[in-house]
Each structure stands twice: as structure tokens, then as C-alpha cells.
T-cell receptor, first 116, second 111 residues
Framework: NAGVTQTPKFQVLKTGQSMTLQCAQD?????MSWYRQDPGMGLRLIHY???????DQGEVPNGYNVSRSTTEDFPLRLLSAAPSQTSVYFC???????????????FGNGTRLTVT | QKEVEQDPGPLSVPEGAIVSLNCTYS??????FMWYRQYSRKGPELLMY????GNKEDGRFTAQVDKSSKYISLFIRDSQPSDSATYLC???????????FGGGTRLMVKP
């Protein structure tokens, strides 16, 4: 099993460009989520999904879109990149959204995004 | 003020030392407390999970929760160079996976 796979590993964008960060999991997990990690700020939840066709906003959703057409994939779209979106983005999944003990979050290894 | 505060470090200790890592929080509704370990250039991985107040031990690791003080700790005994990582506390007020994270403490264990 590959677990949670994120692509690309690194990306540099110019202000105003758009792009999609890819996330795929092969564990048949129901719950998927996107976090951004900034120095000293911890991980902040952007969007999450409790199943195919269902998405919802987290703490910092502005400037990002998501969709969940399959169980396996949960892409994150930056509509018009801004320097404030420079960050490390992590995708995480779990078997269930309802228990962090029995089904802990499995994280990918991140996408490092720089917006100039 | 952030809901969860954590000293960013770095904390540098010699091999074999006992390490104490701490978080304070402001939301009294938090009931579930976790510690994640994150190696450089990797995603976090769950290390310890506790519910409400009390201690939990797993090998060299002990997690402690004091809800009256809104303070949680992670102790590492006989620290090893392989423990060098960033440690993130996380918590929530229900059993689900929408977590509030601290900023992380970077630990360096020197041989």
C-alpha cells in the first residue's frame, strides 16, 4: 500500500496563476482533508470530505476549492495564487471521520508551494 | 491568541535524557488529546492519544493531561537520536478527526 500520495512535491507559482494539488489514498478511507502548515502556526484545516460527493469548509478555506468525485482522490485547487498561500500543504485521510482513536489521520508527505 | 500554544524550541538534549514537551490550550471543551511526531520533510504521524485527564504510557513515551490547568505534556524517557523530530500536540472536543494543532516543538537529541 502506498498510503496517502501527494503530487507534486514542490511547486513555484506566480501571483494569479492557478493550480491543482493532487491527493490520492489507496486505503479505502472515508474521510479526507487538506491542511496547510506555516511556521509557528501549526496545521490549519482548509477543507475536508466525509465521503464521495460531500465536502465542507475548515478553518481557512478562502482561496481554495475541493471536490471529491471518487473515494480515492481529493484534489485541492488554488484559483488565483497569492503570496499568502506560500506554505506546505498536507493531505490526510482516515477510515472514519467519527473516531480519531480507532481511525487516526494518515498524512501524506506534503507539497511545498511558493507563490512569488 | 491561538487556541493551542506550544513552545517552538528548538529543544536540544543529550542522548539518554528525559524530555518534557508541553502544550497549553484555552478551550475548556477539548476532551481528546493527541501527540503527533513529524520528521523533517515528512507528514505527521500519530504517537499518543488520550481522553480527558490522566496519564497514558506507551514504551518510552508518557502522555499526561491536566484539564484543570488546560495543560498537556509528553515525556520521552531515555531519548534517542532517532527521536529528533518536531512534536505537535492536537486536540478536539469530540471524538472525530477535525483537530486543532499546536505549532510544534522541534526536538534535537544529540549522540
Amino acid at each position: 500500500n502506498a498510503g496517502v500520495t501527494q503530487t507534486p512535491k514542490f511547486q513555484v507559482l506566480k501571483t494569479g496563476q492557478s493550480m491543482t494539488l493532487q491527493c490520492a489514498q489507496d486505503m479505502n478511507h472515508e474521510y479526507m482533508s487538506w491542511y496547510r502548515q506555516d511556521p509557528g502556526m501549526g496545521l490549519r484545516l482548509i477543507h475536508y470530505s466525509v465521503g464521495a460527493g460531500i465536502t465542507d469548509q475548515g478553518e481557512v478555506p478562502n482561496g481554495y476549492n475541493v471536490s471529491r468525485s471518487t473515494t480515492e482522490d481529493f484534489p485541492l485547487r488554488l484559483l488565483s495564487a497569492a503570496p499568502s498561500q506560500t506554505s506546505v500543504y498536507f493531505c490526510a485521510s482516515s477510515y472514519s471521520a467519527r473516531s480519531s482513536y480507532n481511525s487516526p489521520l494518515h498524512f501524506g508527505n506534503g507539497t511545498r508551494l511558493t507563490v512569488t | 491568541q491561538k487556541e493551542v500554544e506550544q513552545d517552538p524550541g528548538p529543544l536540544s538534549v543529550p542522548e539518554g535524557a528525559i524530555v518534557s514537551l508541553n502544550c497549553t490550550y484555552s478551550n475548556s471543551a477539548f476532551q481528546y488529546f493527541m501527540w503527533y511526531r513529524q520528521y523533517s520533510r515528512k507528514g505527521p504521524e500519530l504517537l499518543m492519544y488520550t481522553y480527558s485527564s490522566g496519564n497514558k504510557e506507551d514504551g518510552r513515551f508518557t502522555a499526561q493531561v491536566d484539564k484543570s490547568s488546560k495543560y498537556i505534556s509528553l515525556f520521552i524517557r531515555d531519548s534517542q537520536p532517532s527521536d529528533s523530530a518536531t512534536y505537535l500536540c492536537a486536540m478536539n472536543n469530540n471524538a472525530g478527526n477535525m483537530l486543532t494543532f499546536g505549532g510544534g516543538t522541534r526536538l534535537m537529541v544529540k549522540p
